[in-house]
Nanobody, 125 residues
Framework: VQLQASGGGLVQPGNSLTLSCVVSGRTLGDISLGWFRQAPGREREIVAAISRSGGGTWYTDPVKRRFTISRDVDKSTVHLQMNNLTPEDTAVYFC???????????????????WGQGTQVTVSS
């Protein structure tokens, strides 16, 4: 599985940004996807996940009601819509894939086998 993340950039607080992760080598029906982020000096953390059925999503508490993970099966792409961004959202964002299907298992980094390169998101005025 190859993952290509894009969409990062510099935005002002309160604005929105959408990240995209294009998947090749597998269909989205075969894999679950997660978005992770790593801020300077901090450990990488999971932000959101979507199950391979597309029917289950999970978010870490700080991004609930602000971020939305979705997928476009036809384009083999998973998106992360990020609204009302704050400086605390500044990080390098990564997408990752796993064959696991159960949503509760998708919250651990250890569940993921394939990682894309990161895309930088900077929230600053």
């Amino acid at each position: 599985v190859q993952l290509q993340a894009s969409g990062g950039g510099l935005v002002q607080p309160g604005n929105s940004l959408t990240l995209s992760c294009v998947v090749s080598g597998r269909t989205l029906g075969d894999i679950s996807l997660g978005w992770f982020r790593q801020a300077p000096g901090r450990e990488r953390e999971i932000v959101a996940a979507i199950s391979r059925s597309g029917g289950g999503t999970w978010y870490t508490d700080p991004v609930k009601r602000r971020f939305t993970i979705s997928r476009d099966v036809d384009k083999s792409t998973v998106h992360l819509q990020m609204n009302n961004l704050t400086p605390e959202d500044t990080a390098v964002y990564f997408c990752a894939a796993t064959r696991r299907a159960i949503l509760s298992s998708l919250t651990s980094q250890n569940a993921y086998d394939n990682w894309g390169q990161g895309t930088q998101v900077t929230v600053s005025s």
